[in-house]
């Protein structure tokens, strides 16, 4: 279901004051205009028994489980902190600024113009502060969290009464293996509705969530994207491999792409499981004498532009196998044969290559 188109901003809060009255008053939600992922948090909220008029408490969570939270996400903090900045830049004229926090929804960093004299941002922008859904009801952070998409929330769109004094857009942010570790935020207090920040807001959380994929230790960075199409580092996806091709890590592009799991183990899948080519070839491809992007096909048989890139920390990596690139062409023919089910044109169409080639080079081995 879309997000409803965005009224002038009297008109905006008008249909945000009639959506409250037809669900905290008439205890319906058929006539709404809410975003369903707002919708979907206001029915959590009152699942939990809470009441819009109740006060919020703005807690922050103990010592030593904020001191937990910083040294836990020290990676992602890292990785943040110059993103961050930029942010930060960019909303300088706004009176926006940035928060980021855990998957529990506890503040962990803040960043841009925090007015600490006003009690309002103070509540919210300090680190250790607990502002999941149970806490503090609907905000972007909660919204976020739970349904792990971007969100625009504006004045009394958030749950408690309390709240309704922020604008607010918010990203979830994934890990290298695809687990939701946190989320970004942007809120303003008593401010213009600026719907377009859950644009800056979701662009900077795909650019940590690459920064922290390049911070850990890999062999080799893949990096995809559809033919045709320019590789460049936020739009791409990225997949890092160690060094006998296993997938240490990627990014969400790439788990769209190619359909790439989300496991909370790397080195669970190979880089055979999702090129139908010889692996060996991918690594040979970073080579310096190479260098260029490649045309790879996947085993549903499209294909994807590949630029591997070995790690700059160690040589070219060289794939780890006995097997000749002859024998491996061999293998590879084998087993899309046997995922077709002996079917040779679906082989050959998988694969980019004539029946004839298939039949000659099983052939040769």
């Given at each position: 279901m879309a997000t409803p188109s965005l009224p002038p901003s009297t008109d905006r809060?008008?249909?945000?004051?009639?959506?409250?009255?037809s669900v905290f008053v008439e205890k319906a939600f058929t006539t709404t205009p809410l975003d369903p992922v707002i919708e979907r948090s206001w029915r959590r909220c009152l699942g939990l028994g809470y009441r819009p008029e109740e006060r919020v408490s703005f807690a922050a969570v103990s010592k030593s489980a904020t001191a937990h939270a910083l040294e836990v996400n020290r990676p992602l903090l890292q990785a943040a902190n110059p993103i961050m900045a930029q942010m930060a830049h960019a909303m300088a004229m706004t009176r926006y600024f940035a928060i980021l926090t855990d998957a529990r929804g506890v503040v962990i960093d803040t960043s841009g113009p925090i007015d600490r004299s006003d009690s309002r941002v103070n509540n919210i922008a300090r680190i250790g502060v607990d502002l999941s859904e149970e806490a503090v009801g609907t905000t972007a952070i909660g919204a976020a969290l739970a349904d792990h998409q971007p969100v625009w929330l504006h004045r009394g769109e958030h749950f408690f009464a309390d709240t309704a004094i922020y604008s607010c857009a918010g990203?979830?942010?994934?890990?290298?293996?695809?687990?939701c570790i946190g989320m970004l935020d942007l809120t303003g207090v008593d401010v213009p509705e600026r719907p377009e920040?859950?644009?800056?807001v979701e662009q900077?959380?795909?650019?940590?969530?690459?920064?922290?994929?390049l911070q850990q230790p890999f062999a080799l960075l893949l990096r995809l994207n559809w033919p045709g199409r320019e590789l460049s580092m936020d739009t791409d996806g990225l997949i890092t491999l160690d060094a006998e091709g296993f997938v240490s890590g990627s990014n969400g592009v790439a788990r769209h792409l190619i359909h790439l799991p989300v496991t909370r183990n790397a080195g669970s899948v190979h880089c055979s499981d999702l090129f139908a080519m010889p692996w060996q070839m991918v690594f040979d491809s970073a080579r310096p004498s190479?260098?260029?992007?490649?045309?790879?096909?996947?085993?549903s048989g499209l294909r994807v532009r590949l630029l591997a890139l070995a790690s700059v920390d160690q040589p070219a990596p060289v794939a780890k196998t006995e097997k000749t690139l002859r024998v491996a062409?061999?293998?590879?023919?084998?087993?899309?044969?046997?995922k077709t089910k002996g079917n040779v044109a679906e082989a050959a169409r998988i694969l980019g290559i004539s029946r004839a080639?298939?039949?000659r080079k099983l052939t040769d081995h």
């Open positions: 809060l008008a249909l945000i004051e009639s959506a409250r009255n990203a979830p942010l994934f890990g290298p293996q695809g687990q920040l859950k644009h800056l900077s959380a795909r650019s940590i969530e690459n920064a922290l994929l190479n260098g260029m992007p490649i045309e790879a096909p996947l085993w062409e061999s293998d590879l023919i084998r087993l899309t044969l046997a080639t298939i039949y």
